[in-house]
């Protein structure tokens, strides 16, 4: 791919839905109209629908399911929290990469990939991750918070996800404790949260995030036709990825400054508002120990309390949970 596909397309996304002369792109990229052709031939050749009518130029009319760096890169930097963003194609792991991309830097960035060839969430259970079906993402953050605030980190995020995915979608979105998102009782998301630390403090927290955006109930087969759903299938029609990428960062950012800011116990009634826990039986791992309980509260500092057959109290910071 050109050098400059990725300007041409953000220039054509900007400019939707006018006409754009390929005389004006090659003066404003100082490059020949017949390179400015070839690119949105190749443009053209990856899915992008854009029309080119001579005498008036050419026109972005729809985006094939693809990430553009061209249009991610003035999205997010609209926000404040990200140094830097970097797009591919595909990887094993966006986990994985913001991970080896930690060493020499003390940045925070986003990683977002078209495909995870072996994406994986808590517990290394594998997390399907085709290429144009969802959103595939691993952002790293530098807050210099103590160790022990760092377990509500989760809390937080779960709800400006949470909030973005409800914008989308016309069912009610909710929070499964410590972080999966859930709509209509099938996950939509879940996200992996690691730290990196020394003897002197964090340096980084890597959240990997996973969210099934544009799939159809046909892409879920076997046990996930019963497990797992996409805002698609809640919303009835198809996400664009570059709002919704969008309206994240925006949520996950306000989040975030609220994680900085305030404790937990600020948005304690709202976690436990958007939580789907509440009044059932629970098969609750936590170390390896398993049994059955009830969660029955969320204390101040994010701690779940959970009641046991045997009617003994719990109280968990981090535990698997299965309904």
């Known amino acids: 791919m050109s050098k400059y596909s990725k300007d041409v397309i953000q ?25 400015v052709k070839k690119i949105i031939d190749q443009l053209k050749a990856e899915g992008c ?29 609209t926000q404040n929290v990200f140094n830097h963003i970097e797009v591919i194609e595909s990887t094993p792991s966006t986990q994985t990469l913001a991970k080896q991309k930690l060493v020499g830097n003390r940045d925070t960035y986003l990683i977002l990939s078209d495909e995870q060839t072996e994406g994986k969430g808590r517990f290394n259970r594998p997390w399907a991750s ?14 210099n918070v103590p160790f022990d605030t760092i377990t509500k980190f989760n809390l937080f995020m779960a709800l400006g996800i949470k909030d973005a995915i409800q914008s989308f979608s016309d069912k009610d979105v909710t929070v499964k404790w410590p972080n999966d998102i859930y709509i209509e009782g099938k996950k939509v998301c879940g996200f992996l949260t690691e730290m ?21 109930k046909d892409d879920f087969v076997g046990d996930l036709e019963r497990k797992a759903t996409s805002i698609k299938i809640n919303a009835k029609k198809t996400i664009n990825r570059y709002y919704f990428l969008q309206n994240l960062v925006k949520n996950i950012e306000y989040r975030y400054k609220q994680f900085i800011d305030e404790p937990f116990s600020t948005i304690r009634e709202e976690y436990i508002e958007a939580s789907n826990i509440w009044g059932k039986q629970l098969k609750f791992t936590e170390n390896g120990n398993q049994f059955l309980g009830e969660a029955i509260d969320i204390d101040d500092n994010g701690i779940l309390i959970v ?7 719990h109280k968990l910071i981090s535990a698997d949970i299965e309904f």
């Open 307 to 313: 009641k046991d057959t045997d009617n003994q109290q």
């Open 49 to 77: 629908e854009i029309e080119s009518i001579n005498h008036r130029g050419h026109r972005l009319i729809h985006l094939p399911e693809k990430w553009y760096s061209g249009i991610v890169e003035p999205i997010i930097k």
């Open 196 to 216: 990196v630390a020394n003897s002197d403090g964090i340096e980084a927290v890597i959240c990997g995030i996973g969210i099934n955006m544009n799939q159809t």
């Open 130 to 143: 085709s290429k144009g079906k969802g959103l595939w993402m691993s952002i790293v953050l530098r807050p």
């Open 11 to 35: 220039i054509l996304y900007q400019q939707q839905p006018e006409y754009i002369s390929g005389q004006f792109i090659a003066e404003h990229l100082n490059i020949s109209r017949t390179a």
